[in-house]
């Protein structure tokens, strides 16, 4: 689904906290409420935060949305960070400034940047201020750890495994994955009788997408990367060309394995190793210290009275005004709000202006969105990414827990941000979308006409990949062609897989690469073709046949298939041609852009001769 309004995704508690604190960090004092440096004082304040074609979007519209969809994480956020604070200040913890500023030196060299360069990165990618990232995140990682200081512990068998992970011998296994056992069975029968069809036999029977199109071929797998122990056990004592015995992996879910080739480790120094295992002790316990953290909370959590006022009616109406109590400290309800505009006011405002543009283009259209085209749309979505139910209908419950994570709590906000926008714009072009004869032809023969199988060798360097080319055109077999590729491809998949990439279909997107896919013969090997910045040769091994002959039989499903596809790119043309035409003036980021018919007429007045 393509999605108009960015997804917000809210921070969880364990390490992200939003909540800017005036009594120091670096002194260690005692969160005061009355000095917290987040301005509440709404005479002092912008009211107006944009204006669209002459329309305004408020301040107060905007805290209602930002506490309507982040109020209850920022809330749980700022209760933890004064648990933390008062925590540290019983047990006499200070964390000073010096410490925060060793720390973000500590994480800029880790990534070779200057402190000065990694501060402006991290903020620009986090979007928030240096004070957010030092006061709420850099402080509340150093007031964790030593809290946590005595709970967490690296054992030298746990730096050993995570090291034979990164360094250690890999293994390259092909899959067939079944739902039977007893076609399970069958399987492997078919593959020991025929052990060098085993991918031809992943490709037709093998019941995972992921892997079926590579003939089962797996990335390498290492040792202790979380597969199940006999798994691991049986893959690391396979060798090249044998096959494994059927095994359950899940319920109703068994495998089938080749070993493909193995990998052998990389032998470090003994200075490198000592540097290794300096890293990994960092990086274990970090991720030891969110296990950590987790526990600290409910521990903090246990010793406090905690009352969430804001999301109970009856509290609210007792406490006007009142966000949360913890003990006898009051979180104002103004406070909180104006903590989420802080954190989520640009994503929250951008919404808000698109979603003015496109009720100012229904209006204008005297088109409404119904109740009924949401539901549509939700139903269009749901069956698209494949949710249906054993019977084969649209499982939509299935769907929304998928979309919302589980949390019933977010569907308006699915329908708000996503479904809504997605609905007005699909109004706004119904009338301008339309499936031609060459669009039916051209979508038959790029689904199911006949596809190419090849190995692939990507390259970003022109030379480098003539080179390559004159290598394999002096060898032109699959395995040395393959050899090539997983040493000089840059392209993750074919580099993994020794060139092996989905088939290429005709009418993809890439014309040049298709006819000269189309043009190879089988053992024939591709000049050298550019793909925007990209450079690619190709293995041809062979022609598929069409997956369907009868275009009567598809021509329902296909038609409607192209009209969807043809409409979401008409959706964001006109989206775009809507954001191009207007006058938007955002007062928070101090922007402003005239309409196209302001900017048309500043132009011809420009262009008159001066009397």
Request: proline share 4%; glycine share 4%.
């Amino acid at each position: 689904m393509t999605h108009l309004f960015p997804r917000l995704f809210v921070a969880t508690l364990a390490i992200t906290f939003s909540l800017a604190l005036t009594a120091s960090p670096s002194q260690g004092q005692q969160f005061d409420p009355a000095q917290n440096p987040v301005n509440t004082n709404a005479d002092q304040q912008m009211q107006v935060l944009a204006v669209i074609n002459g329309e305004q979007i408020t301040r107060h519209t905007l805290a209602e949305e930002c506490l309507r969809r982040y109020g209850k994480t920022v809330l749980e956020n700022i209760v933890n960070k004064i648990l933390v604070l008062n925590e540290c200040q019983r047990r006499g913890i200070v964390i000073t400034e010096r410490d925060i500023n060793d720390e973000i030196l500590n994480h800029a060299k880790a990534v070779g940047l200057s402190g000065e360069r990694y501060m402006e990165t991290i903020c620009s990618r986090r979007n928030i201020t240096a004070d957010q990232y030092k006061n709420d995140i850099v402080w509340m990682q150093l007031a964790l750890r030593r809290l946590a200081q005595g709970q967490i512990e690296v054992t030298p068998r746990e730096i050993d495994e995570q090291i034979e992970f990164e360094y250690g011998p890999k293994v390259q296994v092909r899959e067939i994955v079944s739902d039977s056992r007893e076609e399970a069975e069958q399987l492997l029968k078919m593959a020991m009788a025929n052990p060098e069809q085993f991918g031809d036999l992943a490709k037709r029977y093998s019941k995972n997408p992921a892997s079926q199109a590579m003939k089962g071929l797996l990335p390498p797998v290492a040792l202790h990367s979380g597969a199940p122990k006999n798994i691991e056990r049986m893959i690391f004592s396979m060798t090249p060309g044998q096959i494994s015995e059927v095994m359950e992996i899940a319920p109703n879910q068994y495998v089938i394995l080749q070993c493909e080739r193995l990998f052998p480790g990389i032998q470090l120094t003994e200075q490198q190793l000592a540097m290794e295992k300096e890293k990994l002790v960092s990086k274990i316990s970090e991720i030891k210290l969110a296990d950590a953290a987790t526990d600290l909370f409910k521990q903090l959590q246990d010793t406090v009275s905690i009352t969430n006022v804001m999301n109970d009616p009856e509290l609210s109406k007792q406490h006007p005004g009142i966000a949360a109590k913890v003990d006898n400290y009051e979180i104002p309800l103004r406070m909180l709000a104006e903590e989420c505009i802080a954190r989520f006011a640009n994503d929250m405002l951008e919404i808000e202006i698109n979603r003015a543009l496109l009720l100012q283009a229904l209006k204008q259209s005297g088109q409404q969105v119904t109740r009924e085209d949401i539901d549509n749309e939700i139903i269009r979505a749901a069956e698209s990414f494949g949710y249906l139910t054993a019977q084969g209908e649209v499982d939509i419950q299935a769907w929304l827990n998928y979309t919302t994570n589980n949390d019933a709590s977010k569907i308006d906000f699915y329908i708000e941000d996503e479904v809504w926008p997605t609905c007005a714009l699909k109004k706004l072009v119904a009338n301008r979308v339309s499936v031609t004869d060459d669009d039916m032809q051209k979508g038959f023969e790029a689904n199911f006409g006949p596809q190419v199988e090849v190995l692939a060798i990507v390259l970003n360097d022109h030379r480098r990949a003539l080179t390559v080319w004159n290598m394999a055109s002096g060898n032109p077999t699959e395995e040395f062609f393959g050899k090539l590729a997983a040493q000089y491809s840059i392209e993750d998949a074919s580099r993994a897989n020794n060139g092996l990439v989905p088939p290429i279909q005709k009418h993809g997107g890439r014309p040049e690469l298709e006819r000269e896919a189309f043009s190879l013969k089988v053992g024939e090997i591709s000049k050298v073709v550019q793909v925007d910045q990209y450079y690619i040769i190709l293995y041809c091994m062979g022609h598929t046949e069409p997956k369907v002959f009868d275009f009567d039989a598809v021509r329902d499903t296909l038609r409607s298939d192209i009209l969807e596809k043809k409409t979401r790119i008409a959706m964001n043309e006109t989206f775009l041609k809507l954001r191009d035409d207007a006058q938007i003036d955002n007062y928070l980021t101090g922007t402003s852009q005239a309409s196209r018919a302001q900017r048309m007429a500043a132009q011809n007045q420009e262009g008159r001769p001066q009397r």
